[in-house]
């Protein structure tokens, strides 16, 4: 049964709280290996220094492939197997009574699909890495990194335990620090990777609040156990954990209120942007809501929060997207509107949680492929990401374009491309949910959030590869501004990087149909998401197909009006209230600052005059107040004998009297 | 002969003791004073024995005159010790622990 498992030392097959769930025997008992391997290419590259200069990055690329390998060996296994959700117990990890941690990884179609989403996107990014990296002394440090990252991530996502996903968690967020700054001998880098950090750390403690709460209802940890123990313990309990498990998908994923470290985390290398901000760290709040279900299942407020929460990001993330002129921050905003299209997937129950993955997936294919793009494009134009200085692109890098252009159709949801197939289920379930006015609402915002998307993608992709030059080509003359007195040379990237592009680009134009054939990847959900009858929408279908193309049409024109036909200026034009708020995340760090940070920093300094006062007073006051005491007593002792006997005598007397007096 | 007489008496001795000790300076001479104060004590101590028709006061007068022997020995020594490092047997010079 566990012949494949070589050395590894504790492997139980049918034992623990978690004896319910069959064992993962044969290829699926390698799962240890996905997060064995990164780590072990991690811990290599650093430990060894800068010996490993010249062939870190090789090193670094083969052991996310050897994770991929795995992974696809253990995706054929469970395939040919009837029993989806399986168990591997690695054997303790924290004993402690009553109360034990066991080290376990839960193989099911929904790890499953992040691991292989991880493994695959992640070894892309790793080669496109190579040739991007290239001229940068610290590229193995960049490599271990993001070894470090992919173990942490393939973690958090086979972890059977919310303790043990924890520390994945953890992973992935120290791994986006260490990649968000890691040019960090600028000031603004570092900064940002402080400020991703900090806003984490704050979701964080929703994350451990609710593994209180798990222990102090289930007495166990155990994903399995945990969602057995909620629904008994009643809605209190569940509403608690789920808006506590909610806190920290929103610091992860950056969803409202904690959204404000996405756009700055575009500090980071490109491919860092593409891999953990784009297609996977950012999605593992959804996985934790999605894993979560049966929390949720038993906390309709905390699942409708979740919704919420979704429909705000979304718009949120939309209009944002709409008015940066930096290419990065325009798909970063991109990115946490269609994280907010998942996270109302999500908020919808049960009828949503295979949709919101199935679109975490088909975004991490066509983000990720976005994000090199504009990598590549950055690469061709000397790092410059304003858009207002790019222009005119499309004939001098014909690869980047064609990508882009299907990433481009997939996200704006055009079909037969990726995008369409997610996106618009997506739409029709936010209709269909049960509710008087939750299908109305959700559903409206749904289907504006795609007209506003088809905009702003749009006009990424024309300002980026169509209208006028706006560059100095060598010329001088840049029509529309001035010159930047720097001259640029587009030309397209090298194979190594134009080829990562090309595959995503074929996942972004193909994937959402090969799946959506015949329900294919709800069906292979259905062991973890539940099989769910299908409703009936509030409006008929077609009319939400129509509404959706034409939205999508007029998003497309209108940017082309605007955009590609007439000509950009290249200095940002004053604009209306709402693009100049837009431009400024809608004063998100304002907000910030005057509702948490004043306040805060308000609290600490009465805190601090406090402890000097109060406390510190009271305790030099009693000392002051004893040095003077003492002070005073110490004029009695002269020094002369006879003066003590004198005391003496009459403190006698006096007793003597005083004794005399009351006996009398 | 009244027995009162004799308390008087040792009221006297204690009272001339006491004023011993607080006006003299020489320690040798304050030494004295104690002396008196503790056999006007021991004095009053026979005294009311004889009242009372009890040993105990008896008794107790001859224990002090013990203690008393003991702490002349004492207490000599202390003022031999003194006189030696100091030259001078005044009570009011031995203040050295004053700051």
Redesign the interface.
């Known amino acids: 049964m566990t012949t494949a498992l070589g050395g590894l030392p504790a492997v139980l097959t049918a034992a623990g709280p978690a004896s319910a769930v069959a064992p993962a025997d044969g290829a699926l008992g390698l799962a240890w290996l996905l997060v064995a391997l990164p780590l072990a290419g991690a811990a290599v590259l650093l430990l060894t220094g800068r010996r490993a200069d010249r062939w870190g990055h090789l090193l670094g690329t083969a052991t996310p492939v050897a994770a991929l390998v795995v992974a696809v060996a253990m995706w054929v296994a469970l395939l040919g197997s009837s029993d989806r959700v399986r168990e591997l117990e690695l054997g303790t990890w924290l004993p402690g009574g009553a109360f034990s941690v066991d080290l376990g990884m839960r193989v099911d179609p929904l790890s499953m699909t992040f691991v292989l989403l991880v493994t695959f996107v992640g070894s892309l990014i790793h080669v496109y890495s190579i040739a991007y990296m290239a001229h940068d002394p610290h590229r193995r440090r960049f490599f271990a990194y993001l070894n470090l990252f992919v173990a942490a991530m393939l973690l958090l996502v086979l972890a059977d335990s919310y303790v043990l996903l924890f520390v994945g968690w953890e992973g992935v967020g120290l791994a986006s620090y260490l990649l968000i700054g890691f040019w960090d001998h600028e000031r603004p880098n570092a900064v940002a990777a402080k400020k991703a950090f900090v806003v984490n750390r704050v979701g964080d403690i929703g994350l451990i609040v609710a593994i209180m709460a798990m222990v102090a209802v289930a007495g166990s940890t155990d994903v399995g156990v945990v969602h057995e123990a909620v629904g008994a313990a009643g809605e209190g309990w569940a509403t608690l954990i789920g808006l506590m498990l909610l806190l920290a998908a929103c610091g992860k994923s950056a969803q409202f209120p904690l959204q404000s470290w996405l756009g700055d985390a575009m500090a980071g290398p490109t491919p860092v942007s593409a891999l953990i901000h784009a297609a996977t760290m950012v999605t593992a709040g959804v996985y934790l809501v999605v894993r979560s279900g049966p929390v949720y299942e038993a906390a309709p407020t905390a699942l409708l929060v979740v919704a919420v929460v979704g429909a705000i990001t979304l718009l949120f993330g939309a209009v944002v997207g709409c008015a940066k002129d930096d290419i990065k921050k325009v798909l970063a905003a991109s990115t946490m509107s269609q994280i907010g299209y998942m996270m109302l997937a999500a908020g919808l129950g049960p009828i949503g949680y295979a949709f919101a993955i199935f679109h975490l997936l088909t975004h991490g294919f066509f983000k990720a492929g976005l994000f090199l793009g504009a990598g590549s494009v950055m690469h061709g134009m000397g790092d410059e990401v304003d858009m207002r200085r790019f222009g005119a692109l499309a004939r001098y890098m014909r690869v980047t374009w064609v990508t882009m252009a299907l990433g481009w159709l997939a996200i704006i949801g055009v079909p037969p491309f990726s995008g369409f197939w997610s996106k618009d289920r997506i739409v029709e379930s936010a209709f269909a949910v049960a509710g008087t006015w939750e299908p109305w609402v959700f559903g409206t915002v749904a289907l504006v959030g795609v007209g506003i998307t088809a905009f702003y993608m749009s006009r990424l992709f024309f300002m980026t590869f169509h209208g006028t030059r706006r560059w100095d080509d060598g010329t001088g003359v840049v029509p529309g501004g001035e010159p930047t007195g720097r001259v640029d040379h587009p030309h397209e990237s090298p194979a190594l990087m134009t080829w990562p592009m090309i595959v995503l680009a074929v996942g972004s134009a193909a994937l959402g149909g090969a799946l959506a054939i015949r329900g294919a990847f709800t069906t292979w959900l259905e062991p973890v998401t539940g099989h769910v009858e299908h409703h009936e929408p509030v409006l008929p279908v077609v009319a939400i197909m129509v509404t959706t193309f034409l939205l999508i049409a007029v998003g497309v024109v209108l940017a082309w009006r605007q955009y590609a036909a007439a000509p950009v200026a290249v200095v940002p034009p004053r604009g209306s209230v709402l693009t100049r708020a837009a431009r400024r995340d809608l004063y998100q760090d304002a907000v910030a600052e005057a509702v948490l940070m004043r306040p805060g920093q308000y609290l600490t300094r009465s805190l601090v005059f406090a402890d000097r006062q109060v406390v510190d007073g009271a305790v030099s006051g009693v000392a002051r107040g004893t040095a003077g005491a003492g002070e005073l007593l110490r004029r009695l ?6 003066s003590y ?2 005391q003496m ?1 009459v403190g006698i007397v006096a007793l003597v009297v005083v004794v005399l007096a009351v006996r009398i | 002969m009244n027995l009162t007489n004799y308390l008087v008496l040792a009221t006297i001795l204690f009272t001339i003791g ?1 004023l011993t ?3 003299r ?1 020489n320690a040798i001479v304050v030494f004295m004073g104690v002396e008196l104060m503790l056999n006007a004590a021991n004095l009053a101590f026979v005294t009311f024995a004889r009242m009372h028709g009890d040993l105990t006061g008896q008794v107790v007068a001859f224990f002090v005159m013990v203690v008393a022997a003991a702490e002349v020995v004492v207490g000599l020594a202390i003022i031999v010790a003194i006189y030696r490092t100091r030259r001078s047997a005044s ?2 010079d ?2 050295l ?2 700051s």
């Open positions: 002792q002269t020094g002369f004998v006879r006997a004198l005598v | 006491a000790v607080l006006v300076r009570v009011d031995v203040n622990l004053k």
